[in-house]
């Protein structure tokens, strides 16, 4: 039995894990198999490499060339004259730039115009969306019935079809729309506009900029309310029982829990004042005469409008500093933020 034992016992040894010893040794035929197994790892883990670079190169494609294609194109055009359809360019440099901020007495004025409204724009919707998306938010984590049918009624109008909605605006905004005539009704008829709320000059900005809040809320009240969920609820109890109010708990605990949310909303409205045009190309078309121009409705004019003038390098120019002035107020913000938290 024990010479059994001994003869055995170095074969166990060279073969752990329990495999099996080749015919030199257990530790020569392991590492043969381990070399296999090494080689066979590798090559999954290539093939599986090269399926996953074919899946992305699609995606990969079609950012070159919608993407940065695009862009680099648009960004040499802005140095150029051309109507788009002459087969070539008259090269200008700076003068694009210099012929919308100041020089070209056709387009400087236009363009500081729409630069003054699209300001009142950007203070408008940031302000007010917060403004109501915020309370509206605390008023529906509050609620304890209903909370998933009002979170869908107050997320309505982001997912209804915006061209359809901003004309449903537009009628209900004419001299014989609905909100005269709920004035009307209501004995307030001195606040009717005859000409409509989108026909007099001092009532057609600020109601496009309602109409524009009215579509930013829902977001804006889905990411509040969001935050509100992930509060812990013991920070409230404590201030309760600090004898903080309601008020004073919304005010002091729950608002300082979410700025950094206040600042995502109030970046996302920026830029969408800034560049957007949609709602009032659709609804006002820049008027009643200059009143609702903003800089993007100025720069889809310079590009899309102008028949066969040479504007394309003009709009793209304005493009350029829309995205300036787009990506100044990101880093401020992002700045602002990272100093308050």
């Not at 409204?117 to 917060?130: A, S």
């Not at 057609?204 to 969001?226: D, E, F, H, N, R």
């Not at 200059?290 to 504007?311: I, M, Q, S």
Request: with cysteine; aromatic share 10%; proline share 6%.
């Amino acid at each position: 039995m024990s010479a059994a034992f001994r003869s055995a016992a170095p074969a166990e040894a060279g073969a752990p894990g329990g495999g099996r010893p080749g015919p030199l040794g257990g530790p020569a035929a392991d590492g043969g198999q381990a070399s296999s197994g090494s080689s066979g790892g590798r090559s999954a883990r290539l093939r599986e490499a090269l399926a996953g670079y074919a899946f992305v190169a699609p995606a990969v494609v079609l950012f070159c060339v919608m993407g940065l294609y695009t862009v680099g194109y648009g960004f040499t055009l802005s140095f150029a004259q051309w109507n788009g359809f002459t087969p070539h360019w008259t090269w200008v440099g700076l003068g694009n730039y210099a012929d919308i901020l100041w020089h070209d007495p056709r387009y400087a004025p236009r363009v500081r115009h729409a630069a003054v409204n699209t300001l009142w724009v950007m203070i408008g919707v940031p302000v007010l969306t917060v403004v109501v998306s915020f309370p509206l938010a605390v008023l529906l984590n509050q609620a304890k019935r209903m909370q998933g049918f009002l979170r869908s009624v107050y997320f309505l109008p982001y997912v209804t079809s915006g061209i359809a909605v901003f004309f449903a605006w537009t009628y209900i905004l004419q001299p014989d729309g609905a909100v005269n005539t709920l004035l009307g009704q209501l004995g307030l008829g001195s606040l009717q506009q005859p000409q409509g709320w989108l026909g007099n000059p001092d009532t057609a900005l600020p109601t496009m900029i309602v109409v524009t809040v009215w579509g930013a809320v829902p977001v804006a009240m889905l990411l509040y309310l969001t935050g509100l969920q992930g509060i812990d609820g013991s920070l409230l109890e404590a201030a309760q029982l600090d004898g903080a109010g309601w008020w004073r708990s919304t005010a002091s605990v729950v608002w300082p829990l979410v700025r950094p949310i206040t600042s995502i909303v109030v970046l996302l409205n920026l830029r969408e004042s800034l560049q957007g045009f949609q709602t009032f190309l659709v609804m006002t078309d820049g008027g009643p005469g200059d009143h609702t121009n903003v800089l993007g409705l100025e720069a889809y004019r310079l590009a899309f409008l102008k028949d066969l003038a040479p504007t394309l390098g003009l709009a793209s120019a304005l493009g350029w500093l829309l995205f300036a002035a787009a990506l100044i107020l990101a880093l401020i913000n992002l700045r602002a933020l990272r100093s308050k938290t």
